[in-house]
């Protein structure tokens, strides 16, 4: 095991926006948080302010995004600020949210990654201990495989395959998890969608927020977005956003190598569950 100063922010920061699936207005706010507690979303426009602790537990529903709640109160599309958080190594940290879904901002985790930055990083007298991963695990679906592997480095190697798009076909990236990669290489990368998905996902009442001003809609292969692409392989360097972000909530940083291929959420958290099994079934054996 590894040890290092646990971390919160320096100062309480918001930002507000709208909620892609909810099209509602919502302000997140960062707060500093004691050591120990962890990363707790706080529902402040509910009675009694209820907390919903970031962890894979709680992980209520994983279609189109990752949603997590306690006690009939649920906050969804968690994954870009968890990612951001894990990325910096924010290990306490109370999200306050007036809304039920966080601002998408662009669609990327760069919104998230400004906030940080702004209300600065804090070091704690408590330790963190980061874990390696002494033995593979892995998690299989039909055509969708995840492996982690023991590594000296928290790593992500993505391919993806969309068949049906002469765009995207496939992509593969590998990256090195940092703080410094995440900010230049994977946080700027927006969420995605085929056009020809968007009619299924609007009759299932999400992404009334939606536009293209926070996503990329790929038709056949025209990108349709405020803006070009950022970078040419961005859907598959999103994928890898969206990975870290739901394997954040096993609540505590580890070290391994994750190959996916083509997982989303539902598979992200599937992996998620069975390392943290492995790991608290290895802590147990380390405290007999």
């Known amino acids: 095991m590894y040890f290092r100063p646990q971390r919160t922010l320096q100062k309480e920061i918001s930002f507000s926006g709208v909620g892609i699936h909810t099209g509602k207005i919502v302000t997140l706010s960062f707060c500093p ?9 706080q529902r402040i426009d509910l009675p009694s302010s209820p907390s919903i602790p970031a962890e894979i537990g709680n992980v209520l ?21 968890l990612a951001a958080l894990s990325a910096f190594q924010i290990d306490n940290l109370y999200i306050q949210m007036t809304e039920a879904e966080p601002p998408i901002g662009d669609g990327s985790s760069s919104a998230f ?9 804090r070091e704690q007298a408590d330790l963190k201990k980061s874990i390696p991963l002494k033995s ?11 492996v982690a592997l ?20 496939s992509q593969f990236f590998s990256i090195a998890i940092t703080p410094e990669n995440f900010k230049k290489e994977i946080a700027p990368c927006r969420t995605f969608a085929l056009y020809e998905e968007l009619t299924a996902l609007i009759e299932r009442g999400l992404i009334r927020g939606g536009s ?14 405020k803006e070009g692409l950022r970078f040419s392989d ?14 954040a909530l096993i609540g505590f940083p580890f070290l391994a190598h994750i190959i996916a291929i083509r997982s989303g959420h539902a598979t992200n958290v599937a992996l998620g569950k069975k390392l943290a099994m492995h790991f608290a079934s290895h802590s147990d054996e380390g405290n007999r």
Do not use: W
């Not at 948080?33 to 962890?38: I, S």
């Not at 994983?62 to 599309?77: D, K, L, N």
């Not at 293209?212 to 977005?225: F, G, P, T, W």
């Open 136 to 146: 593979p695990i892995y998690f299989s679906q039909g055509e969708t495989h995840l």
């Open 61 to 81: 529903d994983t279609s189109r995004c990752t949603t997590i709640g306690v006690g009939g109160c649920h906050v969804q599309t968690v994954e870009h600020v």
């Open 212 to 225: 293209l001003e926070n996503a990329i809609v790929i038709k056949d292969d025209v990108i349709l977005s």
């Open 113 to 121: 990654v400004r906030m940080i930055e702004e209300a600065g990083i």
């Open 150 to 169: 023991p590594s000296e480095e928290f790593r992500i190697s993505y391919t993806m395959h969309y068949p049906k798009s002469a765009l995207v076909r």
């Open 33 to 41: 948080a004691p050591a120990n507690t962890g990363v707790v979303f």
């Open 234 to 247: 961005e859907m598959v360097r999103h994928k890898i956003l969206d990975l870290v972000g739901d394997l």
